[in-house]
């Protein structure tokens, strides 16, 4: 019974992501578990079922809370970057979108510095989302550095951003109040 749920257990997590059933992937390894006592699990079924519970985790943050979602998902990527739920997002997806919405939210705070480090940092990864956000991940760089009606006087500089490429941020001086 331990093998035949394991397996199952393991097939629900990781096939097509039309057929992905994470929840019923981790039931069939809790219960596999019972067949060999708790914590006895083998080290991929822990794992995968571990990274399928923050997947959900973060999956209930989206579109309500985009620190959490970031922050779940950037472990689960950590781990499996291409685990998903039956909507064929994968974890890095879901990642990069919840940084660029996390820098939204800043940059709409007007922390323009912080919004283009987290603009830079969701394009480290090639995702077929960045292009949309290229746009205002280049003008808030701008407003960091100055240019671009920030009011800092300073000239106007456009990093290159494609998909493998990412502009680089110089850091905001302190402003002394």
């Known amino acids: 019974y331990y093998m035949a749920l394991r397996e199952r257990g393991v097939q629900k997590i990781t096939v097509a992501c039309q057929d992905v059933n994470l929840e019923g992937g981790i039931y069939d390894l809790t219960l596999a578990e019972h067949f060999v006592g708790t914590g006895n699990l083998d080290s991929v079924a822990e794992s995968l079922r571990t990274y399928a519970r923050l997947y959900i985790i973060g999956a209930s943050f989206w579109d309500q809370d985009w620190f959490q979602a970031q922050n779940f998902f950037a472990q689960v990527m950590g781990g499996y970057p291409n685990m998903s739920d039956s909507s064929c ?30 603009y830079a940092s969701a394009f480290t990864v090639n995702d077929p989302f960045n292009p949309t956000a290229f746009p205002t991940a280049t003008e808030i760089w701008n407003l960091c550095n100055g240019g671009s009606g920030g009011g800092g006087g300073g000239e106007t500089q456009t990093p290159t951003a494609t998909l493998l490429e990412t502009p680089t941020p110089t850091p905001c001086p302190t402003d002394s109040v």
């Open 89 to 118: 997002m994968n974890a890095t997806s879901r990642w990069v979108q919840s940084t660029i919405k996390v820098a939204d939210m800043q940059a709409a705070a007007g922390d323009y510095c912080t919004a283009a480090a987290q």
